[in-house]
């Protein structure tokens, strides 16, 4: 099954959202006056959410590599 870019970007919105919203609710101490609401520092996320989000984002990249990866040698093994 051939994915398309939007459905790469739409599971990649999902997953971000879930941790970002996961980092959001254990993170009490978002400076308001200072950066937005939506888009706090990491610097302001306490140490275990930070890993967390780190992790996941690592995870997201991975996820969207591999499936690059395999569209890519799907292409291969039909043009070849």
């Given amino acids: 099954m051939k994915r398309n870019t939007n459905d790469i970007s ?18 009490q101490k978002v400076q308001q006056n200072t950066e937005p609401f939506l888009f706090p520092s990491i610097r302001n996320i306490n140490l275990p959410a ?12 991975d996820f969207v ?3 690059i990866w395999q569209e890519d040698s799907c292409q291969k093994k039909i043009f070849s």
């Fill in 10 to 27: 739409a599971i990649i919105n999902k997953i971000y959202v879930r941790y970002f919203l996961t980092t959001l609710l254990l993170n």
């Fill in 50 to 61: 930070r890993r967390r989000l780190v992790f996941g984002m690592i995870s997201i990249f």
């Fill in 65 to 67: 590599l591999q499936l």
